[in-house]
């Protein structure tokens, strides 16, 4: 795991959406895998950026999303679908039939799971994926407990996943209680993987991540397994590593080939 600590939360997802746009001038047809939530606005917000004034073309790009709630159709304000269009889709070039996001509306979820995943193996696998992470751990929807070898399906939601992320309903009782999500199998089998955490919320759920073992009962432990992984914190988030003055000393001191 490569930890890279930075002085606030701008300057970190600037850092992603910059991982992102190399790959994408290198690969024109990468496969991204996306992640929502508040964290990754930053580097959407500096990705539509970079289209805007640096030309940073989407048009044989495409993307997978990592999950979205049962039972939302994409027209709901909170649902998964929505958040992308608003935050990213709608404002660079990607091409509509190139975005996948997980149908809330399936009527057979197991058979669409099976077709997503074999949906993002047509397509050569997933490049890099963008990850958040959830405050007792999770990446996309793997709550606790989850199977590391686990793949798309359905999962219930913890209570307080679910109070996490009332503040996008107009009540929390709106929050669905499903949702289908990739598993964290499928997040392993990303080429390159990373983890964005902002801000003192995430400290503990970060640090036992990344220093504790690796665990199902933390499903973000289990990219200590992934050989490319990069995590990109701000101050805050990284502010209960142990180890943090030796991830900083580590990072100042890259070859210069090395850096990003
Ligand atoms: C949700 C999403 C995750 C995200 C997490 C954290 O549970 N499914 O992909 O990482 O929220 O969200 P936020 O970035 O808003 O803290």
Not at 205 to 228: D, I, N, Y
């Amino acid at each position: 795991m490569e930890i890279v600590i930075e002085s606030n939360s701008e300057r970190a997802g600037v850092l992603a959406a910059r991982l992102i746009a190399r790959l994408v001038r290198e690969k024109p047809d990468a496969v991204l895998g996306l992640a929502t939530g508040s964290t990754p606005l930053g580097v959407y917000r500096e990705l539509v950026r970079m289209h805007r004034e640096e030309h940073l073309d989407f048009s044989r790009v495409t993307t997978f999303n990592l999950d979205e709630y049962v039972g939302l159709s994409g027209a709901h304000p909170a649902s998964y679908r929505r958040f992308m269009e608003e935050n990213l889709f709608s404002q660079i070039n990607v091409a509509p039939q190139n975005v996948f996001i997980p149908d809330g509306m399936a009527s057979d979820v197991p058979g669409f799971c099976r077709e997503y995943e074999d949906r993002i193996r047509a397509h050569g696998g997933i490049d890099v994926q963008l990850l958040g992470i959830g405050g007792d751990g999770h990446i996309g929807f793997n709550e606790p407990s989850s199977s590391l070898a686990s793949r798309t399906r359905i999962k219930t939601l913890t209570p307080k996943t679910r109070q996490d992320n009332a503040r996008f309903f107009a009540s929390p009782e709106e929050v669905p209680h499903h949702v289908i999500t990739m598993g964290v199998g499928t997040i392993l089998d990303a080429r390159q993987v990373v983890l964005l955490a902002l801000g003192a919320g995430k400290a503990r759920a970060v640090r036992e991540a990344v220093e504790g073992p690796v665990t199902a009962m933390v499903p973000a432990s289990v990219l200590q397994m992934h050989p490319s992984v990069k995590v990109l914190l701000d101050s805050q988030a990284a502010s209960e590593l142990e180890r943090s003055d030796y991830y900083r000393w580590v990072y100042e001191n890259k070859p210069d080939w090395q850096r990003f």
